[in-house]
């Protein structure tokens, strides 16, 4: 394993290795005004949401790798204390991109991006008329991690209100994470499309999983189930009993007398389509 003492190598080959590292992140596509009021529009992917009362934001406008300049969003953030945060789906993120691009102070990167610009119920920022959510903000808190070349900047925001396309909400109200359609950064020039790639898996939260540790060793250490097929077998309150496991079999004789590592790969099967029951029956049958 390639081990790495940050103050060994360049701010911009660590800033490679992070970005490259802890992703995708979430953009946020935020929109400030001077004190002026000329509007001001930039993405930024040091970004989460971290809290919901009050509802909490923070984004990070770092300092220039290569000049340490500070974003013309950190200026105005500074200035007037509000933001919009607008989040980037795939119909904007060519949009988005663009705006991105080193434009002088006074440049409105609506015009340049070819966004609207909608004017905001609270805070002075507009809004971007083409993002599914826009929420605006009050900056509460401004950390400044440093002085240099790629030091943070993080913004702190309160969300004073939210704005939700009606186009992107399920049925029952919520945010349909397929309609919504998000889009992440990764490292280099790399972008990630959520939708393309989602998956569930159960939250252990209602449910006590066994755990690991509890699984008997022959399934435990196995050579053919991955530490991620382990975890969904731990995840489960208690393991089959024998009469279910008999049951199983008389149904599914074909897994009967079946050598170990045959089972442990029919097991993998089930877990592949969340079938986390079936599976256990199958490795403890007989």
Request: glycine share 6%.
């Amino acid at each position: 394993m390639l081990s790495i003492n940050p103050k060994d190598i360049t701010v911009g080959k660590l800033h490679g290795y992070l970005l490259g590292a802890i992703a995708p992140r979430p953009i946020a596509f935020a929109s400030t005004v001077d004190a002026k009021g000329n509007p001001n529009l930039s993405p930024f992917s040091f970004f989460n949401v971290f809290g919901a009362n009050p509802p909490t934001l923070i984004f990070s406008p770092a300092r220039s790798v290569r000049n340490n300049t500070t974003k013309h969003t950190l200026d105005n953030a500074e200035e007037t204390k509000e933001v919009v945060i607008n989040v980037v789906n795939y119909a904007i993120v060519q949009q988005m991109s663009l705006s991105s691009t080193m434009y002088a102070k006074g440049v409105n990167e609506f015009e340049k991006a070819g966004l609207t610009m909608l004017k905001s119920d609270i805070v002075q920022p507009f809004r971007v008329a083409e993002s599914p959510v826009q929420l605006e903000c009050k900056v509460t808190d401004i950390i400044y991690t440093g002085t240099e070349g790629g030091a943070g900047n993080l913004i702190v925001c309160e969300v004073v209100k939210l704005h939700v396309n009606e186009d992107v909400l399920a049925d029952d109200g919520s945010i349909d994470q397929y309609k919504i359609d998000l889009v992440a950064r990764a490292g280099g020039s790399f972008y990630s499309r959520a939708r393309d790639s989602f998956f569930e898996i159960p939250k252990p939260i209602s449910s006590l999983g066994i755990g690991v540790d509890a699984i008997p060793d022959e399934i435990k250490n196995s050579d053919i189930l991955t530490g991620n097929n382990l975890g969904m077998l731990g995840n489960v309150e208690r393991i089959p009993d024998v009469k279910t496991v008999d049951n199983f079999s008389k149904e599914h004789p074909e897994f009967i007398g079946l050598e170990t590592s045959k089972k442990h790969t029919f097991a993998q099967e089930y877990l592949k389509i969340n079938d986390v029951e079936s599976a256990w029956k199958v490795l403890l049958i007989k």
